[in-house]
Structures are given as C-alpha cells and as structure tokens.
C-alpha cells in the first residue's frame, strides 16, 4: 500500500479556516485519497474523498497538488467540534482488498476558542 | 437510520472468560469490518465481510479471537479465552458497495473491553 505522511498534531484557532496537509509521494495512479476523522470517544467519520480534481462537500475542501504527491484537507471555518484526529488514507479500487482501510497515525486537530 | 449499533458500549471482565461483541450494521450495506484500537498499535482491521461471508481475516491476531455474520443485520466478534492484552476499543463498521472510488465506511460508537 502506498503511504501517506502526517504532521502529528497542528493547532488552530476557532472560526479560522484549517489546512491539514498529507503526503503521498508514492501513489499510484489508481489510488483514491480519503479522509476520515475521529473526535474524541467516537468512533472514525468519513470526511471526504477524491482521485484528481478538488473537491468540497458539507463538511470540508479536498485540494489535490497537480502531481497528487500531496493533498489537503481544509476546514474553511473551524468550530470546538472540529477537534479530532485527521488520517488520511489512500485506496486503490483496483485491487483485491481494496475495501479495507489502512490507518495510519493521524493529525492530532487542536482547536482553540 | 439508526448507523452502526454495537453492543455492550462498556465491558469489564475477569482473564479467561468469553467475550462477545455484538454489531449491527446500517441496513442494505453490504460490507461489515471488525477494527480495534489501542494506544500502541492504533486502529487495526481484524475482519471483513461481503454479504455476510468473510473475506479477509489476516488481522485476527489469533485462536482466540472469531467472527461470525450469520445474516445481514448481525454480526458477533467472540474473543475465548480473554486476555488483558485484549483490552481496547472495538468497532464495527459497514459501507455500501457505490463502485469504483467509493466504499465510505460508517463506524458505530464501539465498544470498550477491560480484561483484568
């Protein structure tokens, strides 16, 4: 599987937007990037996914770096909620297996009021 | 819908006894994952399932541990006999199959086991 690379914890300010950054300088050209997230006593909650283009839903924005060796998730406008653990995850549809997620360690979200 | 169901939420029990873990996934999806979570090791795939059948069970870290979906809406993770080491966070989750790229997972609240 390819990796993916995380900044162990960031911190933010509430009602500012959040960049949280991940690298994925082996990824394949069939690999999908998803985020999920994880607050506190809960269990993980899909955020977002995406393969070239950038995408956005309700709850965040995807920018996905040209060469897709990077990405980043951004929470526009950051609330007390938005404190969890960000992973970022890379699936290949392709192959066996492919519905398995593989998590990794995460950034730690802290957001300050 | 309800999401993901898992229970007990809370579980304490006594080295060497049997534990059964107890999940219901979102009605009409297809795939079930048994996962655990601990300080050290983070969150591990043990299990899945595709339309009740098992698929993959290389994280289930030993004998001890078993995992039946006998129908769509129930599936039970049994750990015989239980270990301190087994002390974690369990979750379940489920995902619908929506084609290439998709397969967002939906977790339940999981369930935490203390073995003394």
């Known amino acids: 599987d390819a990796k993916t690379t995380q900044p162990n914890s960031m911190e933010s300010n509430e009602e500012e937007p959040v960049h949280l950054p991940c690298n994925h300088s082996?990824?394949?050209?069939?690999?999908?990037i998803h985020w999920y997230r994880q607050l506190p006593s809960q269990g993980p909650e899909y955020v977002i996914h995406?393969?070239?283009s950038n995408v956005n839903n309700r709850m965040a924005s995807l920018a996905i770096a040209e060469d897709r060796k990077s990405s980043t998730l951004i929470l526009h406008r950051a609330t007390l909620r938005d404190a969890a653990v960000y992973y970022c995850?890379?699936?290949?549809?392709?192959?066996?297996?492919?519905?398995?997620?593989?998590f990794g360690q995460g950034t730690r979200l802290t957001i300050n009021p | 819908d309800a999401g993901v169901i898992q229970s007990p939420r809370h579980e304490v029990t006594e080295m060497g006894q049997e534990v059964t873990l107890r999940c219901k996934p979102i009605?009409?999806?297809?795939?079930l994952f048994w996962y655990r979570q601990t300080m050290m090791r983070g969150l591990e795939l043990l299990i899945y399932f595709n339309n009740n059948v098992p698929i993959d069970d290389s994280g289930m870290p030993e004998d001890r541990f078993s995992a039946k979906m006998p129908n769509a809406s129930f599936s039970t993770l049994k750990i015989q006999p239980s270990e301190p080491r087994d002390s974690a966070v369990y979750f379940c989750a489920s995902s619908p199959n929506r084609g290439v790229g998709s397969y967002e997972q939906y977790f339940g609240p999981g369930t935490r086991l203390t073995v003394t």
């Open positions: 995406g393969l070239t």
């Open positions: 995850i890379l699936r290949d549809p392709l192959i066996q297996g492919a519905q398995k997620l593989v």
């Open positions: 082996t990824i394949s050209g069939t690999d999908y």
């Open positions: 009605s009409g999806h297809d795939y």
